[in-house]
Structure formats: structure tokens, C-alpha cells
């Protein structure tokens, strides 16, 4: 990659926003009000914005390897508190991505060193959902699964915190599980069944 390219880059993009619109910039520098935190991977093909069309202002965004809600990791726990206590989002977004290199490192048994806590979390999923990962015959069809899985264990991790359970109490906040498909460009949700979820674990991790 040629970085003075991307220099050259940023002037023309600058260019064009100016000739749209003379007060782009006034307008972003005076805050951000975005309804949506995406939390994806951070897989160099998966640009959140790009994929959903969206302008700088509209979406708050977390990225890390397999788009993990981690409960103690503090990366996201801060931007899951700021998006919804501080920018009060209406929507919070979980988005995996079929050929995930996080997930397929998670399902091969390998020592992969500082590397491995963080799979953990991807394991763990595995094991929770073994029974019906183990039946899938076909290797890639069982990756693709567990990739939708993972997204679905991430949106009930989200689901555990006060700050989320505190935006349901205090406003309409939707959760939304999703998968983009690196092969084909598309993005769809998965429509999980959240009020279920929700039924099912409030008795143990119910806070507010």
C-alpha cells in the first residue's frame, strides 16, 4: 500500500465533501449524535461503514478480532457505556462475518499463544452449542454456524450489562445480530429471537 496515496486521498475526499456541502466539517466538529453502536470484527474486509452505507456522524463503532463482547475487556465495556449512557444510541448492532479467522483458529487445536484467552471466548461457544455444531457433517457449513453462534452469544453478553438492561428500562434500545458474507457483499440478519433470551437468563443476570 502506497501511504502517500492514502494523503492524496484524504485531500480529493475533502475536496468533494466541500463542493456537496461548504459546512461538512462545521457541522461534524460540532458533536456526534449517532442511534447505532456497531460492534464487529476487525478484519481488514469488513469496513462497517462502507458495507452499511454510512455517513461519518451515524455510527459509533468497536472493532476487534471475531467482534467479541468480552466482559472484561475494557475496550468495550467503555464503549458500550459511552454509546448508550453518554450518546444514548437506539440501536446496538453485533456483527460477525462468515471466514472469520478468529473463529477458525478457535475450532482448531493449536497452541496459539497470547492468542489463546481471547479464542477462549470462541471455545466457550463451541461448547455451549456442541451438540448441534458436532451433527453438521460438512467443516465449512460448522464454521459458518458457529460464526452466526458467536454473534448471537455476543448479543446476550451485551444483554448481561447494566448499561444495556438500564437503556431497555429507560427507552426502546434494539439489539440486532448480524452476519455479512465476505463472498457475495451481503449483510443479513440473523432475527434472533431476543425476548426469549431475555426470559430465559434475567433471573441470573438481571441488574437494574
Same mark, same amino acid.
Given at each position: 500500500?502506497?501511504?502517500?496515496?492514502?494523503? *492524496?486521498?484524504?485531500?480529493?475526499? $475533502?475536496?468533494?465533501?466541500?463542493?456537496?456541502?461548504?459546512?461538512?466539517?462545521?457541522? &461534524?466538529?460540532?458533536? *456526534?449524535?449517532?442511534?447505532?453502536?456497531? $460492534?464487529? !470484527?476487525?478484519?481488514?474486509?469488513?469496513?462497517?461503514?462502507?458495507?452499511?452505507?454510512?455517513?461519518?456522524?451515524? @455510527?459509533?463503532?468497536?472493532?476487534?478480532?471475531?467482534?467479541? +463482547?468480552?466482559? +472484561?475487556?475494557?475496550?468495550?465495556?467503555?464503549? $458500550?457505556?459511552?454509546? &448508550?449512557?453518554?450518546?444514548?444510541?437506539?440501536? @446496538?448492532?453485533?456483527?460477525?462475518?462468515?471466514? !472469520?479467522?478468529?473463529?477458525?483458529?478457535?475450532? *482448531?487445536?493449536?497452541?496459539?499463544?497470547?492468542?489463546?484467552?481471547? &479464542?477462549?471466548?470462541?471455545?466457550? @461457544?463451541?461448547?455451549?452449542?456442541?451438540?448441534?455444531?458436532?451433527?453438521?457433517?460438512?467443516?465449512?457449513?460448522?464454521?459458518?454456524?458457529?460464526?452466526?453462534?458467536?454473534? *448471537?452469544?455476543?448479543?446476550?453478553? /451485551?444483554?448481561?450489562?447494566?448499561? +444495556?438492561?438500564?437503556?431497555?428500562?429507560?427507552?426502546?434500545?434494539?439489539?440486532?445480530?448480524?452476519?455479512?458474507?465476505?463472498?457475495?457483499?451481503? /449483510?443479513?440478519? &440473523?432475527?434472533?429471537?431476543?425476548?426469549? $433470551? /431475555?426470559?430465559?437468563?434475567?433471573?441470573?443476570?438481571? /441488574?437494574?
Amino acid at each position: 500500500m502506497n501511504l502517500d496515496k492514502i494523503l *492524496q486521498h484524504n485531500e480529493k475526499w $475533502i475536496a468533494e465533501k466541500l463542493s456537496l456541502d461548504p459546512d461538512f466539517f462545521k457541522k &461534524l466538529s460540532d458533536g *456526534q449524535n449517532p442511534e447505532v453502536l456497531y $460492534i464487529g !470484527c476487525s478484519d481488514s474486509r469488513v469496513t462497517a461503514e462502507e458495507i452499511m452505507g454510512a455517513a461519518p456522524g451515524e @455510527v459509533f463503532i468497536h472493532r476487534n478480532i471475531a467482534n467479541l +463482547v468480552n466482559n +472484561v475487556d475494557m475496550n468495550v465495556m467503555v464503549v $458500550i457505556n459511552y454509546a &448508550l449512557r453518554i450518546l444514548k444510541v437506539k440501536h @446496538v448492532i453485533i456483527c460477525g462475518h462468515y471466514m !472469520c479467522g478468529g473463529v477458525k483458529a478457535a475450532m *482448531q487445536q493449536t497452541d496459539l499463544g497470547i492468542l489463546n484467552p481471547w &479464542l477462549r471466548n470462541i471455545r466457550d @461457544v463451541y461448547r455451549l452449542h456442541k451438540n448441534e455444531l458436532n451433527a453438521i457433517e460438512e467443516l465449512d457449513k460448522r464454521y459458518d454456524r458457529l460464526v452466526e453462534l458467536n454473534v *448471537q452469544e455476543q448479543c446476550i453478553n /451485551l444483554i448481561k450489562t447494566a448499561a +444495556v438492561q438500564e437503556a431497555y428500562a429507560d427507552r426502546d434500545l434494539k439489539i440486532h445480530g448480524w452476519v455479512f458474507d465476505v463472498r457475495n457483499g451481503k /449483510l443479513t440478519d &440473523l432475527k434472533i429471537d431476543f425476548p426469549e $433470551i /431475555l426470559k430465559n437468563i434475567m433471573e441470573i443476570y438481571k /441488574l437494574i
